[in-house]
Structure formats: C-alpha cells, structure tokens
C-alpha cells in the first residue's frame, strides 16, 4: 500500500533506494492534446493523459515468476526486477532469435497487403484499450499457427465483476468473428490474459 501511494501521490514506481532520489521529473509519458480556452482558442496543452487509478504494478510485481518464502518481505520492485530478469533468462534459454514489432491499429489493413506482414507474425498482442481492433484483418496478419493474447480487464478497478464478465464475452465474441479464433481455455475475469489459437 505504501508503495501504491508514493505512486499516486508522486508519480513514481519501482523505486531503487541505491539509484538516486528520484528528484528529476520524468517527461516520457507526457504527451499532448488539444484543448479550449476561456475564449475558445485552440491550443496544445502538455501532461499525462495515462491511467492514474490502475497501478503500474500489476504487469510484474504482484506475484513471483519463481518459488518465493515470503513474498510479503519483498518491495514490488524487487519482485518486478526479479520477475523481468528471470523471463529475459527463459527467452535466452529457450526462445529461438525473434523481432518485435509494434504496429498502429489504424493501417493493419494496409499492412496486411505487404508481403513483409503478411501471414508473418507468431504471436499478436492486443492490450485492453485497444481490443476493438480485433478484426478479420488479423488472421491475414498472422502466421499459420499463431497465438492471440489479449489484456484482460482483470485489473480494472473502475469496472464492476459484471463489466469485467461482459468484456471477456464481447473479446471471445470479436475473436470467433475475426476469423475463428479459439480460446485455448474457458476465459474468465479473474485471467490476466485471454489467449486463442487460430484456426486453419
């Protein structure tokens, strides 16, 4: 809780005591958005348009990847330096060379047309903002057997269980159409992230 606080109340996480005080604000996440004057003038107006209810630690500091005694003695960022360092260990030791790409979801039809995306990609992340973008052209997108993950709303706060249970239909629903799609398990609120297989 205490470190939940700082975050609200600072805006900082996964602070390490032995690098520095944090005292040199960070402007990464700020970005910029139209906004009205008093007399309605058009201007940009600067700040951080990113969640302030939902933590930043839920992604790697709520439970261990490894055996832990007492996970309660730990700070959420030694558990999250833990956890990132140990999944880097498991894609140097098992994973063959892979690349990354992050693709904007206003030109995957465009993208999909190119012989450098097309049928080309293994795995297809969609993260919670985003699942709308869930469409047909994904299976053109994707390699012959590739897996879908996309962010559940598990850690919402803000959505009631009922909300969370209508996202989860509404994501199995959008995959099925998108080019049938099949949930590897039965999906519920409670899991992270809902994966499907695509089908042949």
């Known amino acids: 809780m205490e470190e939940f606080m700082q975050w609200r109340e600072k805006g900082i996480a996964y602070m390490f005591q032995e690098r520095g005080d ?3 604000p960070n402007y990464t996440m700020l970005s910029y958005t139209e906004a009205k004057t008093k007399t309605q003038q058009t201007i940009q107006l600067i700040g951080y348009w990113g969640d302030i209810v939902n933590s930043p630690f839920p992604c790697f500091a709520f439970d261990t990847l490894q055996p832990c005694d007492d996970i309660t003695k730990k700070t959420a960022a030694q558990i999250a330096e833990e956890n990132v360092a140990h999944l880097f260990q498991e894609i140097t030791k098992n994973a063959a060379p ?18 450098k995306f097309s049928n080309q990609f293994e795995a297809i992340y969609v993260s919670s903002n985003q699942a709308q973008s869930i469409k047909p052209v994904l299976k053109l997108l994707a390699a012959e057997k590739a897996t879908l993950f996309v962010e559940n709303a598990t850690f919402m706060l803000l959505l009631s269980n009922e909300q969370k249970n209508l996202y ?19 999906h519920t609120r409670q899991s992270p992230i809902l994966i499907y297989h695509k089908e042949l």
Do not use: C, H, I
């Not at 998108?178 to 949930?183: E, L, R, S, Y």
């Open 22 to 24: 944090y005292s040199t």
């Open 168 to 186: 989860v239909e509404k994501v199995d629903e959008l995959a099925s159409v998108a080019g049938n799609w099949k949930p590897v398990q039965t």
């Open 98 to 115: 892979f690349m990354a790409s992050l693709l904007l979801t206003n030109n995957l039809e465009t993208l999909a047309t190119r012989a």
